[in-house]
């Protein structure tokens, strides 16, 4: 059973850069694809992130394209979102996700989740 953990995540002033981390347990990590997702009470979730498990594509919602940055470390078990130049609108739980053989697209079915850990931007 895959098991998923989120840290990383607090309170910053806009314009600042916060890493949220994602740790991943359970199977072998360098078969999933791993994704970034987000949400705000009363709104869906939102897909932010993702990183293919092969050759390690990565895709991004436009909204946060040039300011987040996907990124694993195979030998460590844990998945990285850098977020730089934040917003208050990136205000929001952040989850980490991830799928077998997953490609990191935005259609990506993820099976696992983790708990999440929220981000607050003040303006």
């Known amino acids: 059973q895959v098991e998923l953990a989120e840290s990383g995540g607090g309170l910053v002033q806009a314009g600042g850069s916060l890493r949220l981390s994602c740790a991943f347990s359970g199977r072998t990590f360098s078969t999933y694809g791993m994704g970034w997702f987000r949400q705000v009470p009363g709104k869906e979730r939102e897909f932010v992130a993702g990183v293919a498990w092969n050759i390690g594509s990565t895709y991004y919602a436009d909204s946060v394209k040039g300011r987040f940055t996907i990124s694993r470390d195979i030998p460590k078990n844990m998945g990285y979102l850098q977020m730089n130049s934040l917003k208050p609108e990136d205000t929001a739980v952040y989850y980490c996700?991830?799928?077998?053989?997953?490609?990191?697209?935005?259609?990506?079915?993820?099976?696992?989740w983790g708990q999440g850990t929220q981000v607050t931007v003040s303006s």
């Open positions: 996700a991830a799928a077998k053989y997953g490609m990191g697209y935005g259609g990506t079915l993820y099976d696992y």
